[in-house]
C-alpha cells in the first residue's frame, strides 16, 4: 500500500520534473548563439530582408526588427513569421518547405541574428548594391522612364523577391509576355500602392514607402524589358508544398514529447499498482 502512494505521488513529481527540464534544454539551447551563426544571419539579413526591413531592422516597407520582442520564446515567434510568412500581409513564407528558398539551418541562424538586436548585438550592414557591366538597354517606345536606372532600382529593391532577372523567387514572375493596352500604368499603379492582402507592399513616398515617382517609372521602364523567364526554371509558389510536420518545431515537439512521457509514467504505475504485493 506504502509502495503504490509513493508511486502515485513520485509520478506527477517526475513528470513535472521532465517538463520543467525539457522547457529549460529549449530555452537554453535558443539563447546560446554562436559567431558562426551571427555571421551567417547577418549575411543572409542582408541578403534577403534588409530590402524591406532596413539595414539596420529599423524598417523601410516592412516591420520594425530591432526591438524587444513582447514574447516568453520570442525565437519561436521570429521562426514560425520566418517559415510561414504572415497571411494577408506583405510578409511572404521563405521556408523551403512552403516554396520559399531558405533551408531551416538558414531561418535559425537568421532568427539568431535578428534577436541579438534585443541585447545590442552587431549590425551588419549590407554594401550598396552596384550592377556590374552590361549592355545599354534601349527604352521601349511610348514609355516614361529609363531602363538603364530602373536596372539599378531594381536589384536595389525588388530581385530578393523577383528574382535577378525577373524569374520569381517569393514574389511574382515579372520577365513575361505583359498583356494589356497600357501593361506600363498598371504596372507604375502595383508598384505604387502595393496589392492589398498580398505579399507586395507600397513602394512609393506617397504611401510610405521609399521611391519615387522618378524611380518608379524607371522602374516599370525596366521590368518591361526583362526576357521571359523559362517555365522549367520558375520557383515553386509559397504555399503550394506546405510541410505537414512543421508543427512539430518548437512547443508542437515538446507537448508530444510531454504527452508520451506522461503515457509511458501512467503504463508504468498501472503496473505496478497490478503487480502482487510480497
Known amino acids: 500500500m506504502q509502495a503504490s502512494v509513493r508511486i502515485r505521488v513520485i509520478g506527477p513529481l517526475a513528470l513535472a520534473g521532465l517538463v520543467f527540464l525539457l522547457t529549460s534544454l529549449q530555452m537554453a539551447s535558443a539563447q546560446e548563439p554562436n559567431q558562426e551563426q551571427l555571421e551567417l544571419g547577418g549575411r543572409l539579413y542582408a541578403e534577403n530582408c534588409a530590402v524591406c526591413h532596413g539595414a539596420d ?19 519561436l515567434t521570429v521562426k514560425a513569421t520566418i517559415e510561414n510568412g504572415v497571411a494577408g500581409s506583405p510578409m511572404p513564407a521563405w521556408s523551403q518547405a512552403n516554396g520559399g528558398p531558405l533551408t531551416a539551418e538558414e531561418i535559425e541562424a537568421l532568427v539568431v541574428y535578428i534577436l541579438s538586436w534585443e541585447t545590442g548585438g552587431p549590425r551588419f550592414i549590407p554594401p550598396t548594391s552596384t550592377l556590374g557591366p552590361r549592355p545599354v538597354i534601349t527604352p521601349i517606345p511610348n514609355v516614361a522612364g529609363d531602363p538603364n536606372r530602373g ?17 520569381g523567387r517569393v514574389g511574382a514572375t515579372l520577365g513575361r509576355a505583359w498583356s494589356g493596352i497600357r501593361v506600363d500604368l498598371r504596372l507604375e499603379s502595383v508598384i505604387t500602392n502595393g496589392i492589398e492582402g ?3 507592399p507600397a513602394w512609393s513616398q506617397v504611401n510610405g514607402g521609399p521611391l519615387s515617382e522618378e524611380d518608379i517609372a524607371d522602374l516599370v521602364s525596366y521590368i518591361l524589358t526583362l526576357p521571359v523567364a523559362s517555365t522549367l526554371t520558375q520557383p515553386v509558389q509559397p504555399g503550394t508544398t506546405p510541410s505537414a510536420l512543421s508543427w512539430l518545431s ?21 503496473v505496478q499498482t497490478k503487480r502482487p504485493s510480497g
Not at 58 to 65: H, K, N, P
Not at 152 to 162: G, P, S, T
Not at 250 to 270: K, M, S
Open 57 to 75: 531592422g529599423q524598417g523601410r516597407v516592412g516591420a520594425t526588427l530591432a526591438k524587444n520582442w513582447p514574447s516568453i520564446r520570442p525565437d
Open 151 to 167: 536596372a539599378l532600382l531594381y536589384e536595389q529593391n525588388c530581385a530578393v523577391c523577383h528574382g535577378a532577372n525577373g524569374e
Open 198 to 200: 498580398s505579399p507586395m
Open 250 to 270: 518548437g512547443w508542437g515537439g515538446v507537448i508530444i514529447t510531454v504527452l508520451l512521457l506522461a503515457l509511458l509514467i501512467a503504463v508504468a504505475v498501472l
